[in-house]
């Protein structure tokens, strides 16, 4: 069964096969000698569109399912589901047949236009997953290596009668140190919150397996929404970045921590303390006491920062101007200018405070950054270069940031849209640019 679950999605036999069945499906379904077919099917491609676009905007602005667009590649191919949708229902009324002797032919035609219109399906499926680089093997799909994670042990802990760990700066790797960091689970209780999450994830480099342990820096990160804190792990590709980070400094790397800031897949805090719930205090009180108690990590919160991607990069965003004590730095990939649950502003202000714009204000960090300086304390952007709309967020929150003190790097992410890839692939030099204040470069 590890074949299986090992089988890449996004690259390799598996995309050949889907650009086969989707073009081979599309020639199928659009096939015919007609004048009349043919205006038939630029009838249903401009219906198509008419219903995505109608779709997309109910999603939008009627029912406030989506804060923001979904890129237009992906609109494009939702449009090619529906356009072979249409012509897959126009092949079946065409292949009606009235008299029995015309059954066995008519339930053929019948058989190859819903297996055309499958292949053009699973290409759709293929691209769009591909888009947003959540699922790169079957295995993401199916949970499977993330479902194995064990929960943390005793033996990673603090022991609170052990020596306190070593100075980074006077830390060196021993023999025999693991070449490879670990991921465990754990589950953070919201303590002074009474905020409810689903399991943390926690990634120990090679350098806290070591006798002695030294004070590695921290950083807490979110995943988008909706989605939850594993995204990080398949996704964002989260070990095999950190450990190759890792393997460049001596086996030295931050303890991460991966939070769940909403509590389900569906949800959105907004990461504030508001009616929704008490988000705020949960990721900026239970969850630094949580991981101090429990982890051996540098006590300086001057090399503690969070990070996120989309969503969670705007939650880390927040940390950073809210809570610049426990989260000095931040590493936020694709974030929105603020936080929202729609839309439009104001249906976010009222769902979440009432219509009280000031007090929703007071926490948004471009409101923030107008009135705070930040002298001593970074933050690193990224977004994709094929995703317009979070690069010209980008370009506000650096350009506000830079005006509040922040050192600030502002970097586009090459070939990659509104999708995990931003965030994977901008990952490595982000890292760069912490290792200094973390205390790994001299």
């Given at each position: 069964m590890d074949f299986i679950s090992d089988i890449h999605l996004t690259d390799g036999p598996v995309l050949w096969i889907a650009w086969a069945a989707g073009a081979a499906g599309f020639g199928w379904l659009l096939w015919s000698r007609g004048r009349r077919w043919i205006l038939s099917a630029a009838a249903a491609l401009l219906l198509s569109v008419g219903v995505v676009a109608a779709v997309h905007w109910l999603l939008i602005y009627a029912f406030s399912t989506l804060p923001e667009e979904l890129p237009r590649e992906v609109l494009a191919w939702f449009v090619a589901v529906v356009f072979a949708l249409f012509l897959w229902a126009l092949r079946l009324w065409r292949l009606r047949r009235p008299s029995p002797q015309a059954g066995r032919g008519a339930w053929r035609g019948r058989t190859a236009v819903t297996a055309a219109m499958l292949g053009v399906f699973l290409l759709a499926a293929v691209q769009i997953n591909a888009y947003f680089g959540l699922n790169h093997t079957v295995s993401d799909v199916m949970g499977t290596a993330v479902a194995r994670i064990q929960p943390l042990e005793s033996a990673l802990k603090r022991q609170p009668a052990a020596a306190p760990p070593i100075s980074l700066g006077d830390w060196r790797a021993p023999d025999g140190m693991p070449s490879g960091g670990v991921l465990r689970k754990a589950e953070i209780p919201g303590s002074v919150s009474g905020f409810s999450s689903r399991e943390a994830y926690v990634y120990l480099p090679p350098a806290y397996q070591a006798t002695p342990r030294p004070a590695l820096p921290v950083l807490v990160l979110f995943s988008g929404q909706p989605g939850g804190p594993s995204d990080w792990l398949t996704g964002g590709a989260l070990r095999s970045r950190m450990d190759r980070f890792?393997?460049?400094?001596?086996?030295?790397?931050?303890?991460?921590?991966?939070?769940?800031?909403?509590?389900?897949a569906s949800a959105n805090t907004l990461c504030m303390d508001s009616r929704i719930a008490r988000a705020d205090t949960f990721l900026s009180r239970d969850v630094p006491q949580w991981i101090e108690q429990n982890l051996d990590v540098d006590a300086d919160h001057g090399r503690w920062a969070a990070?996120?991607?989309s969503f969670g990069a705007t939650c880390a965003l927040q940390m950073g101007t809210r809570h610049p004590d426990v989260y000095a730095s931040v590493l936020a990939f694709s974030s929105e200018r603020e936080p929202a649950l729609a839309k439009e502003r104001h249906k976010t202000v009222e769902a979440a405070f009432g219509g009280d714009v000031a007090a929703f204000d007071a926490q948004t960090p471009l409101n923030i950054m107008r009135k705070t300086r930040f002298d001593g304390h970074a933050v690193y952007f990224g977004a994709g270069s094929r995703d317009p709309e979070f690069i010209a967020y980008m370009e506000e929150l650096s350009g506000a940031a830079?005006?509040?003190?922040?050192?600030?790097?502002?970097?586009?992410?090459?070939?990659?849209?509104?999708?995990?890839?931003?965030?994977?692939n901008g990952l490595p030099a982000a890292l760069n640019f912490m290792a200094e204040r973390w205390g790994i470069l001299p």
């Open positions: 890792a393997a460049e400094h001596d086996g030295v790397a931050p303890v991460i921590v991966v939070v769940d800031p909403n509590g389900s990070g996120g991607f830079r005006q509040a003190g922040f050192t600030v790097q502002a970097q586009p992410v090459a070939n990659t849209g509104h999708s995990w890839e931003a965030a994977s």
